[in-house]
């Protein structure tokens, strides 16, 4: 029932007017990237619109203690990195993007990790959550993205931060990220997961 119901949103919302953005990079070290307007959107709530002045980045659970970042901290605080990475959506659709942003590992050093901890579940402004294990994360130097293409991130497309998770499929690409919750539970269920989806996205 969910991917007749997935299938059918993403209809709607694929058949509204794209935004054009003329001035995104169109490549990236001799590899030609997608657009922007080439993602489909298919969010739970449609977007959503962050308040940056009142946001908040929270990282909690499992540390020794809970760290608050506001966006301009996460900006100025830690260095940037740039990754050419491709989302696969289950619906059958990719797109290659340029995407600037953050070291996780980095974000989660303030806090200082609890031994115990083997995985960061992520929370949305809208809702949606999704896990991934620590191992995972430190390995591949995963980035929580703030620009894609060289501009930052549209609302639509999950400003003010958006996880890139690379070799993953897109409903672990969360979006309008709120808070990192360090935890020990493995086997946590988020949105999708918890409705059929696999808890190990890995593209095969």
């Not at 002045?53 to 605080?77: A, P």
């Not at 600037?100 to 200082?112: R, T, V, W, Y």
């Not at 993953?168 to 990220?177: A, H, L, P």
Request: net charge negative.
């Amino acid at each position: 029932m969910f991917l007749v119901l997935i299938a059918f949103t993403s209809f709607i919302q694929n058949n509204q007017p794209k935004i054009l953005y003329p001035e995104e990079i169109r490549d990236y070290q001799g590899e030609d990237l997608s657009y922007i307007s080439d993602f489909h959107e298919n969010s739970i709530k449609c977007t959503q619109y962050v308040n940056v002045s009142t946001y908040r980045l929270e990282i909690t659970g499992l540390v020794n203690k809970t760290v608050e970042y506001t966006y301009d901290e996460v900006l100025s605080k830690f260095q940037t990195y740039q990754k050419t990475v491709t989302l696969h959506c289950v619906d059958g659709w990719s797109v290659k993007i340029l995407w600037e942003g953050f070291l996780i590992s980095d974000l989660l050093k303030e806090a200082q990790i609890n031994p115990n901890a083997t995985t960061a579940i992520f929370y949305a402004y809208d809702g949606y959550s999704t896990a991934l294990t620590l191992d995972y994360l430190t390995n591949n130097n995963i980035l929580i993205a703030y620009k894609m293409n060289g501009l930052t991130l549209p609302p639509e497309r999950g400003f003010p931060f958006q996880l890139v998770a690379q070799t993953q499929y897109g409903y672990k690409w969360i979006k309008w990220v709120t808070k990192i919750e360090l935890t020990d539970d493995s086997n946590y269920l988020g949105y999708w997961e918890s409705r059929g989806f696999p808890n190990n996205a890995t593209i095969r």
